[in-house]
């Protein structure tokens, strides 16, 4: 996604330089140049948008190739451009969030220019700025609801429950489905244990036992929505026993202490689980405060 990041003067908006001219174009003219950055990120996220229905359709079979690919990224940026910066559409939207992260009252070019030479680099959208891979911004965004919910009832944090969906679910690209390609909404990871009445789907998964990686196949538990599956974790870890540990130190905040819990009490067999769960919490946490800054 680093490439599509095209900033108004054509430059990445992730580098120095582009900030640098970016705010340079703020002070000449700040009204349009904070149009023009909200009209931009629309786009990309159009691109996104197309991308993901392109994604969710059969291919046609033995005429696609490289190039056929590459035309079709074209065309969709085309069209992205050609839909962006509509009235009343999402630009407009951007463009009063970026006033408001400056502190601006109106869009009069004095005003923007008293403000732009120190606050507009900061106003950017951030995933930009840090380069954040648009599939973990919106997963993140994706579950923040449902997992705010759950932390509700467990008093674990939202991160911590969308960082093991995360790590569980490969931030949305691994997600279990049943052998026709429906959804589980299953993004903990959650085996469907004896006494599960709900819907399940077998799949083949990677175990580690003793010592070995074995492939099995396993039942995992199905759910109607992603909202099920938070409620369903948050019931499993809250009402069992081997997790109270576990909740504890969440609610602490102790990420290391959580996930190791979690290890300990055998949520996983991967040996390096504990370490790779809280990487993930400690990188949705700083994305997270990235996208509230």
Avoid at 1 to 9: D, E, V, Y
Avoid at 77 to 102: D, V, W
Avoid at 137 to 145: C, P, S
Wanted: charged share 20%; proline share 3%; hydrophobic share 40%.
């Amino acid at each position: 996604m680093a490439s599509t990041f095209q900033s108004i003067s054509g430059q990445s908006l992730g580098g120095a330089d582009a900030l640098n001219s970016l705010k340079a174009q703020a002070s000449r003219d700040p009204k349009a140049t904070i149009r023009e950055t909200a009209k931009q990120f629309e786009s990309l996220f159009m691109q996104e948008v197309m991308k993901s229905m392109r994604a969710s359709t059969l291919s046609s079979g033995m005429l696609d190739n490289n190039a056929t690919q590459l035309g079709t990224e074209m065309l969709d940026t085309q069209f992205a451009g050609k839909m962006s910066g509509l009235p009343g559409g999402l630009s407009e939207a951007i463009t009063r969030q970026l006033q408001r992260q400056m502190g601006i009252q109106d869009l009069s070019p004095e005003n923007i220019r008293k403000n732009s030479q120190t606050t507009l680099a900061q106003a950017l959208p951030a995933l930009a700025t840090k380069g954040i891979p648009n599939h973990v911004q919106g997963f993140i965004q994706k579950h923040d609801a449902a997992a705010r919910a759950a932390s509700a009832a467990t008093g674990i944090p939202a991160s911590f429950m969308v960082a093991q969906a995360a790590h569980e679910s490969g931030w949305g690209k691994r997600e279990i489905t049943g052998a026709d390609g429906t959804p589980s909404h299953n993004v903990f990871g959650i085996k469907a244990t004896p006494g599960w009445t709900g819907k399940t789907v077998d799949v083949k998964t990677t175990e580690v036992i003793n010592g070995q990686a074995v492939k099995v196949t396993a039942k995992f538990r199905a759910y109607g929505s992603y909202d099920e599956a938070f409620k369903d974790y948050a019931r499993l870890i809250s009402s069992n026993d081997r997790y109270a540990k576990v909740v504890a130190q969440a609610q602490n905040g102790n990420a290391a202490g959580f996930a190791r819990g979690l290890q300990q009490a055998g949520y996983a067999t991967d040996p390096a689980y504990a370490e790779k769960l809280a990487k993930t919490i400690h990188t949705t946490q700083r994305v997270q405060s990235t996208l509230m800054a």
